[in-house]
């Protein structure tokens, strides 16, 4: 079982940074993804930034390139979402989710057993 702690959620101005934080503990050697997905009121829950453990590779949805970096400390315990040149649209909650499953979509929520309580990011204009 893993058990993930987020942190970093706020409220800045549009074209503003914040970068969030998500910490897995428990038994983590076998986790592929780690991943972040957002869900506004009223919209459907939907992939951010993944990282695959194994190999270091990201994908990001197309909304977020060149704005979003996802990335790994050393122990790949820790992944962290660096949010720059923020937008109102990017208001949401912020979710961290973890899966050791293999041959699924990386930014389909089904995939994931783990799931992180959410933290609240909103952009004012």
């Known amino acids: 079982q893993v058990q993930l702690v987020e942190s970093g959620g706020g409220s800045v101005q549009a074209g503003g940074s914040l970068r969030l934080s998500c910490a897995a503990f428990g038994y983590t050697d076998s986790i592929i993804y780690m991943t972040w997905f957002r869900q506004a009121p009223g919209k459907e829950r939907e992939g951010v930034a993944t990282v695959y453990t194994g190999a270091g590779s990201t994908y990001y949805v197309d909304s977020v390139k060149g704005r979003f970096t996802i990335s790994q400390d050393n122990s790949k315990n820790t992944v962290y979402l660096q949010m720059n040149s923020l937008k109102p649209e990017d208001t949401a909650m912020y979710y961290c989710?973890?899966?050791?499953?293999?041959?699924?979509?990386?930014?389909?929520?089904?995939?994931?057993?783990?799931w992180g309580q959410g933290t609240q990011v909103t952009v004012s204009s």
């Open positions: 989710a973890a899966t050791y499953r293999r041959g699924f979509a990386w930014d389909g929520p089904l995939t994931y057993e783990y």
